[in-house]
Structures are given as C-alpha cells and as structure tokens.
C-alpha cells in the first residue's frame, strides 16, 4: 500500500507563488494517478489538478488553469503542484492523492489513498 505525504504549504501574499510536494513510498507510482485536491474551511473538498504517473498528461480545474503545473519526478517517487499567481481564494488545505490506472477522475471518491494535507494561506 502506498503513503503519501504532502509539504511545502505556508503563508503567502496575493500574487504569490508557492511549490507543494508530495513523497509517494510503499511503491512506485508507475500505473497511477496522482492528483492534488484542496478543501477551504466550510467547503467540499473540491479537484485541482491530476497526472497520470507514466505518460505525464494532465488535467487541471477551470480555477486554477493557466496558474497551477502539476507535475512528477519518477526516480524521487514524488508529485509537484507548483501555484502560481495565487489568489486569497487559493487558501485551503491541500491533499494529494492517487489511484490506480491512468484516468484522471476529478472525483473524491475515485482515489483511495490520501495524505494528511498542508495548509496554504494566500493573505489579500
């Protein structure tokens, strides 16, 4: 069974940038998706970004196109969501997760393994 562990959340203003990771260990990640999804205070925890470990495609939500890359190094087993041009509306707790296969469902219920999430606070 694979774990995940997200880093690199933090305090940053408007405009910002700010680069999350997450370390896959257990097994490799050939054969997944990796996505990253956020949850804001009162809110469902909604999809931000997928990739499909082998081929490298990915997907994005409409909030976050042009702004976020998601992206992956195979030899560290480890996903990237690097967040650009952040908005106070980008403030959440972020997880990543994955899932077997190569389709990128944006869904919560399509992923069974989780992190435990890093806070991201973008200040107006």
């Known amino acids: 069974q694979v774990q995940l562990e997200e880093s690199g959340g933090g305090l940053v203003q408007a405009g910002g940038s700010l680069r999350l990771s997450c370390v896959a260990s257990?097994?490799?990640?050939?054969?997944?998706?990796m996505g990253w999804f956020r949850q804001a205070p009162g809110r469902e925890r909604e999809f931000v970004a997928a990739?499909?470990?082998?081929?490298?495609?990915?997907s994005y939500a409409d909030s976050v196109k042009d702004r976020f890359a998601i992206s992956r190094d195979r030899v560290k087993n480890t996903g990237y969501l690097q967040m650009n041009k952040l908005k106070p509306e980008d403030t959440a707790v972020y997880y990543c997760?994955?899932?077997?296969?190569?389709?990128?469902?944006?869904?919560?219920?399509?992923?069974?393994?989780w992190g435990r999430g890093t806070q991201v606070t973008v200040s107006s």
């Open positions: 257990g097994r490799t990640l050939l054969n997944s998706v």
């Open positions: 990739v499909t470990w082998g081929s490298q495609i990915t």
């Open positions: 997760a994955a899932r077997r296969g190569s389709n990128r469902y944006t869904g919560v219920s399509a992923y069974d393994v």
